[in-house]
């Protein structure tokens, strides 16, 4: 079974640019996720999707973070503009449903700002 | 709002012991528990699930425990290799009439260092 899979793996912006990051989920899972990690701490929860719609996205920077999920299949993660504080490790993850069986990670994206 | 605090931050330890790491959390009313692993530069690894139902998970050498009325989890692995090192995160999934319904909250992880 392919995993969680996640590009690009590495980036490097100066502040006030834009970024975007993709994630393709494990083949039939309905429940999509997307965590910043930041450097020493875990990983905290951006937004929720299930299937193509948003579950929770209470910890999303609206004013310069967007997302969406595509049919339901792959999601995007934009950053417009990015700040410094922004530096950090997009994870992306996948499951079943959203409880119980537990998410499958992808690698994260490594984002340095400038 | 659920916080979830792990003990110790970092441990190292000889080859061939045995090691406790800890997770407190602070609201009770949690779904489930995951204790996962991860290595640098890549993604979380689940290593085990421990619905709030049951008191504990076992796989190989890994031992999960639950006390969900104190908010607490041990993750305890016997006669730690090597391979073992690597940063350990604790996550609690909010349970219905919880403050954190349906999210999974982390830790801040414990990276552990097993030296030859």
């Known amino acids: 079974e392919a995993g969680v899979a996640q590009s690009p793996r590495y980036k490097i912006i100066e502040k006030r640019q834009s970024v975007a990051f993709w994630c393709n989920p494990i083949s039939g899972h309905a429940t999509l996720y997307w965590y910043q990690q930041i450097l020493g701490q875990g990983p905290k929860l951006l937004i929720q999707?299930?299937?193509?719609?948003?579950?929770?996205d209470s910890q999303l920077p609206k004013d310069r973070f967007s997302a969406e999920r595509l049919k339901g299949v792959d999601s995007t993660l934009k950053i417009q503009p990015a700040k410094l504080e922004d530096s950090a490790v997009y994870l992306c993850a996948s499951s079943l449903e959203w409880r119980g069986t537990g998410e499958f990670f992808g690698p994260g994206t490594r984002l340095t700002v400038l | 709002k659920q916080e979830v605090t792990q003990i110790p931050a970092a441990l190292s330890v000889p080859e061939g012991e045995n090691l406790v790491l800890n997770c407190s959390f602070t609201d009770s009313a949690i779904y489930n528990l995951q204790w996962f692993r991860q290595d640098p530069g890549k993604g979380l690894t689940s290593l085990l699930l421990?619905?709030?139902?049951?008191r504990e998970q076992t796989s190989g050498r890994l031992n999960a425990s639950l006390d969900k009325s104190s908010g607490r989890s041990t993750l305890y692995i016997a006669a730690s290799q090597p391979g073992d090192s690597a940063t350990y995160l604790c996550?609690?999934?909010?349970?219905?009439?919880?403050?954190?319904?349906?999210?999974?909250?982390f830790g801040q992880g414990t990276i552990l260092t097993v030296h030859p």
């Open positions: 996550a609690v999934r909010g349970g219905a009439g919880g403050t954190s319904y349906g999210k999974l909250t």
């Open positions: 999707f299930q299937n193509n719609g948003v579950v929770d």
């Open positions: 421990i619905q709030s139902s049951q």
